[in-house]
């Protein structure tokens, strides 16, 4: 069975620090993957995807990056947060190789930036 | 951007009673489909309907969807107080890989 596994859970972080959230899914080969941002109490906000290895799409200028080294593995970064950088992050993957169906999501990660 | 609005933001019921959640969405899509977050947790996908289907169920769950209208309701019948919850549409637009969410109805059964 599949499965997808999304850390750390929780983040404290000052301002201008850098940041790394991974997500590594297993059971699944060439799946689309995705990064979500939550603010609280709002909806979600799709903030990169990616089709293959290497290969990545960003929705929302801001001050983040993602990349895909490995087949199941999305990394998402930044070199200095700010404080509007704080929310609930999501990972979530898609059957590749068609239009998108069912996503999975992991737990999630919470960041909060002082 | 956000492409589906959910209608109500906020929905509050008896166990027992229905719930009807509204979503608006505005370009063509290739399907819609519905999630539902527990706060705090990731989504957890409920139901998909594709823009050549017109009504869907699973379980207690009722999905409508009427494209010329670029709408979809959700229905959960004899609500318990295990559905609170957030719910929410997302659409895929044709050809492309994203989905992309509404703003979610937050829903409370009250026991």
């Known amino acids: 069975s599949q499965t997808i596994h999304q850390w750390p859970a929780t983040l404290v972080q000052p301002v201008g620090s850098p940041l790394s959230l991974e997500c590594t899914v297993e059971g699944t080969s060439n799946p689309n993957l995705y990064w979500y941002r939550q603010a609280a109490g709002r909806g979600l906000q799709l903030l990169f995807y990616?089709?293959?290895?290497?290969?990545i799409s960003s929705e929302v200028p801001q001050n983040l990056s993602a990349s895909r080294p490995q087949d199941r593995q999305f990394i998402l970064s930044s070199k200095k947060l700010l404080l509007s950088d704080s929310g609930f992050y999501l990972c979530a993957w898609a059957s590749g190789g068609t239009n998108t169906g069912e996503l999975f999501f992991g737990e999630g990660s919470r960041l909060t930036v002082l | 951007s956000q492409q589906g609005e959910e209608d109500p933001q906020a929905l509050s019921i008896q166990e027992g009673e229905n719930a009807t959640m509204n979503c608006s969405y505005k370009t063509s899509i290739n399907n819609l489909q519905w999630y539902r977050q527990n706060s705090g947790r990731g989504l957890v996908h409920l139901i998909l309907i594709r823009s050549n289907e017109r009504e869907k169920h699973s379980g207690r769950l009722r999905v409508t969807l009427d494209t010329s209208k670029k709408s979809s309701s959700l229905l959960i019948t004899a609500s318990r107080a295990a559905d609170t919850a957030s719910y929410f549409c997302a659409t895929v637009q044709g050809g492309s890989e994203k989905l992309v969410f509404g703003k979610g109805t937050k829903l409370t059964v009250n026991p």
């Open positions: 990616s089709v293959g290895i290497g290969q």
